[in-house]
């Protein structure tokens, strides 16, 4: 029992000092992780096609830079081209967020009496909007101006990424083997884990990147029909929100067509709302319990709690985090009745 319990405490400590060591490359794990599961199907392809397991790998990795990486790259660089126009503009006043209180106050003559009364000063309330118009702006812009600052750190993740990506596509296969005979658990139920973590990685993925395309490109499409400045970033913005689901994308639509209305281009805000509402929302209220829930078995409200606490904790990379570790929580206690009664 001495010695039992003095390997417990030992493998326990090591354990901990272990993840400690790689926590600050968790994403890049993370990412190689989720590449290996998305794109394995094409590895094995190409086996089939004669290919070695590690040509096989390398060009899988190849097709991953092709398709997903450059194109990623490009939209990054738009994205921050089009902030800094927005930004200036914002800074220079040509869009006045504050409008929408005077839209207000022109419709309700006493609205500032009532905002006195409940200790909101209407001036400080445009200032607090405006302020946090050029404040999202800033966050883009910096949020891209960090990275290429921390471009060595950038690069070094991006490199761990791709070497364990290569070794992940490579050995797949005797990685998971090699985890199954290590854990303490029945071999069965391991299996179920994983394949249950397989399985929620590829709904959500591939559901979520399916929904931010098309609702991006849509949006993006119905204010560059409506002659919106920055209908690209605003797309990108959309597609960026649409992995909240239920109400990502109304985050950008929405300030938008409000904006619109009390500018006084009163049937563009109009057509916005409504191609929001019927068009942009209903694409995630069709697609996603299709394409997320169906495979997770996950019901929408876990989707949506998960999904914001994952990203909340996490960042972006959350929206894969939050529903896996829900989708295994559930699983892990579907089989604590069988361990408590064997």
């Given amino acids: 029992m001495k010695s039992q319990n003095a390997f417990i405490f030992v493998l326990s400590l090591i354990t901990i000092l272990f993840t400690a060591i790689l926590w600050n490359f968790f994403l890049p794990i993370l990412w190689a992780i989720v590449l290996s599961i998305l794109f394995y199907p094409l590895r094995n392809y190409l086996i089939q096609q004669k290919s070695s397991p590690s040509l096989a790998s390398l060009l899988t990795i190849v097709a991953i830079v092709v398709l997903v990486l450059v194109p990623g790259f490009i939209v990054f660089t738009i994205i921050g081209s089009e902030s800094l126009i927005i930004l200036n503009k914002i800074e220079s006043g040509e869009y006045n967020l504050g409008q929408i209180v005077n839209w207000f106050n022109a419709l309700l003559p006493n609205l500032l009496v ?16 405006n302020n946090i118009g050029v404040g999202t702006t800033k966050f883009i812009v910096t949020l891209l101006m960090n990275t290429g600052q921390n471009l060595l750190q950038f690069l070094l993740s991006f490199f761990i990424m791709l070497y364990l990506l290569f070794f992940f596509l490579r050995d797949g296969e005797t990685i998971i083997e090699s985890c199954i005979k290590s854990f303490p658990m029945d071999d069965d139920q391991e299996r179920l ?21 098309v609702q991006g490109s849509i949006g993006g499409l119905i204010l560059l029909s409506l002659n919106i400045e920055g209908s690209i970033l605003w797309g990108a913005m959309m597609a960026l929100f649409s992995v909240v689901p239920g109400i990502g994308a109304s985050i950008i639509w929405l300030p938008i067509a409000l904006m619109l209305i009390f500018n006084g281009a009163l049937i563009k805000g109009l057509v916005l709302i409504v191609s929001g509402i019927f068009i942009i929302g209903l694409i995630d209220n069709l697609l996603r319990p299709y394409l997320v829930g169906k495979e997770t078995n996950l019901p929408d409200y876990l989707i949506l709690l998960s999904t914001l606490g994952g990203i909340t904790i996490f960042g972006l990379s959350g929206f894969i985090i939050g529903p896996v570790v829900t989708a295994l929580f559930i699983a892990l206690w579907s089989t604590f009745k069988t361990y408590k009664n064997p």
Avoid: C, H, P, Y
């Avoid at 905002?115 to 909007?129: F, P, Y």
């Avoid at 884990?193 to 395309?213: D, E, P, R, W, Y």
């Fill in 193 to 213: 884990l994983m394949n249950k973590f397989s399985t929620v990685i590829k709904a959500t993925v591939k559901g979520t990147i399916l929904i931010a395309i």
């Fill in 114 to 129: 009532r905002l006195d009364s409940i200790g909101l000063n209407a001036n400080q309330l445009i200032e607090q909007l």
